[in-house]
């Protein structure tokens, strides 16, 4: 009984064995599914033999598969791997050819792509990839397109980025590449410029791919953030010729200057906000000269307070720009008494007795009259008409006619030198042949080259002090002249003061915003081109004021 039962207990437990065995997974080379997960258990496992032989026969078996894509796919992994680069390159052409689906398709662009990389053709891999549809990825692949971009694009020559700039998803990649390449070859300028770019297009790619370092313990760029284009940008000029005249200077004098470089911020708010987050995040800006108006510096205010970000600017007037905080300053030139210089003249030296006034209707030119006034008749001379007139009026008839038969020996016009060159000629044309005395608005350019001969032996103050014997006024308008061949301006001496601020805080320190910002902190009063200037509300008046006079066409200083 004993031996009986032996026999088919055994075939009971080999039974039990075969259905154990039975749970494995299926060797099934006769179907799709089977062939496909042989190959791909191969494929992870190494045997890229085993991988194309399963890819192989499961192209050949079943060519109208709609995995027959995948498979053309796989096989073109399995022969990368083994350095197969002709048929591989087939193989992934294949892939695309055939894919049915969008993500087939950008799979078989990757795998093309990195096959040209491992084969050295840089440029069609970043062709090929600007082809593919990056958000067709699942995020693995999507992150290997960006290192494939990038690998590729460190490999070409910086002429095929300039003149193949990237499209779609690549843009980004072509300029964080050219931003990487001017900063490693020192163009700090340009890699700024791009740096900026690349914030406006894409806000947050320098917080996800990093920034070039561009900082040393010896540069850095000072930002110079101004309308260079349309509307502002004649008078952005005259502030950037006397910012890089003071940088120039410095350059030659100093070991380390930082860089300047400008910006143009345009006409739209929006470029101000930008240019601005752009620089406050870069640790290689080290302060802002700028903006122009108080409109754009109360914009850009804020921004600079959040980045602890030194900011001058040179010509903004409101008061409300010292309330931002510590890293907001503008420059404040010391308003005086011009008008009482001007009627001073007039009366001691040129001899005048009566004086007709012909003024514009805002604050600042009626103020000035009613200086011009008050001084004269405390010398003994007499006003005999003030004729005011609307801004931006062309038409001075009525006004010229109300003095004309009053025969002033001198008319005082406290106007810009734009109402000057217009209010001359009608003078003349009228004749009223009196001697003209003007403010310090009259010191500009288009006052010799529009004025002509009607504003010959005209005399005015010009408040930054030209052809004056101050030192350091003397001295930029020497430099100025060499350099530029043309008078000096107002905004012109206002940059290169606000230049020679910055600079000083670093003369014989290394450059940062904190040593600016030290140093801000406690200037208290500034000698330079435009006198005696302050950061901040503070103005400091003046005793006097360096008057000219044109003569045969040209400034000539009378003091």
């Not at 093309?112 to 970043?126: K, T």
């Not at 001295?475 to 301006?489: G, L």
Request: charged content about 20%; overall charge negative; aromatic content about 10%.
């Amino acid at each position: 009984m004993k031996n009986c039962f032996l026999p088919v207990l055994v075939t009971v437990l080999i039974f039990l064995v075969a259905m154990i065995m039975g749970c494995g997974p299926v060797k099934d080379e006769d179907s799709p599914e089977g062939l496909t997960a042989l190959a791909e258990n191969a494929f992870s496992s190494g045997s890229i033999s085993e991988s194309l032989r399963y890819y192989s026969k499961a192209i050949e078996d079943f060519p109208e598969n709609p995995m027959y894509s995948s498979w053309q796919y796989g096989r073109g992994r399995s022969l990368l791997a083994i350095d197969r680069f002709e048929e591989a390159s087939e193989a992934a052409s294949q892939a695309l050819h055939s894919a049915i689906d969008s993500h087939g398709k950008a799979i078989a662009f990757l795998l093309l792509s990195q096959i040209e990389i491992e084969q050295g053709s840089f440029r069609n891999s970043i062709e090929t990839l600007s082809n593919m549809q990056q958000d067709h990825l699942n995020q693995d692949e999507s992150e290997s397109a960006v290192d494939m971009i990038r690998l590729a694009l460190e490999k070409v020559d910086m002429s095929y980025l300039t003149a193949e700039p990237g499209t779609g998803w690549t843009e980004v990649f072509f300029l964080l590449e050219l931003e990487r390449r001017y900063a490693a070859e020192g163009n700090t300028e340009r890699a700024v410029l791009t740096g900026i770019e690349i914030d406006r297009l894409f806000p947050e790619a320098h917080q996800r791919y990093g920034r070039p370092s561009l900082v040393t313990s010896q540069d850095g760029f000072v930002a110079l953030v101004l309308p260079l284009s349309g509307s502002g940008s004649d008078y952005s000029e005259r502030v950037r010729s006397g910012v890089d005249l003071a940088f120039d200077l410095s350059s030659g004098l100093f070991i380390s200057v930082p860089q300047v470089i400008a910006f143009d911020c345009g006409v739209d708010s929006m470029g101000i906000v930008e240019i601005m987050n752009s620089l406050g995040s870069n640790p290689a800006c080290l302060a802002v000269i700028g903006p122009l108006t108080s409109r754009n510096a109360e914009l850009a205010a804020p921004l600079a307070q959040k980045w602890s970000l030194p900011m001058i600017t040179p010509a903004a007037t409101s008061s409300g720009l010292d309330d931002y905080g510590d890293y907001v300053y503008r420059l404040v030139v010391s308003q005086g008494d011009d008008a009482a210089a001007v009627a001073e003249y007039a009366v001691r030296n040129a001899g005048c007795r009566t004086f007709a006034i012909i003024h514009e209707f805002t604050s600042e030119s009626v103020a000035n009259a009613e200086q011009f006034s008050s001084v004269v008749q405390e010398l003994g001379s007499e006003i005999v008409g003030m004729e005011g007139y609307e801004s931006g009026s062309t038409d001075y008839r009525g006004q010229i006619n109300a003095i004309k038969y009053l025969h002033p020996d001198g008319v005082f016009l406290p106007v810009d030198a734009w109402d000057a060159i217009q209010l001359a000629p009608q003078l003349r044309f009228y004749r009223v042949e009196s001697q003209l005395f003007g403010t310090s608005g009259w010191d500009d350019e288009i006052l010799l080259e529009q004025g002509g001969e009607y504003v010959e032996g005209a005399v005015f103050p010009v408040s930054f002090g030209s052809g004056s014997m101050n030192p350091a006024t003397a001295r930029f308008s020497y430099f100025y002249e060499r350099e530029y061949d043309s008078m000096p301006t107002m905004l012109a001496a206002q940059g290169y003061d606000t230049a020679e601020i910055i600079l000083n805080a670093w003369r014989g320190s290394i450059p940062s915003r904190s040593s600016l910002e030290n140093h801000l902190e406690t200037l208290n009063i500034y000698f330079g081109a435009t006198g005696m200037c302050t950061l901040g509300s503070v103005s400091i008046p003046r005793s006097a004021f360096p008057l000219v006079m044109v003569i045969d066409g040209e400034i000539v200083s009378i003091e």
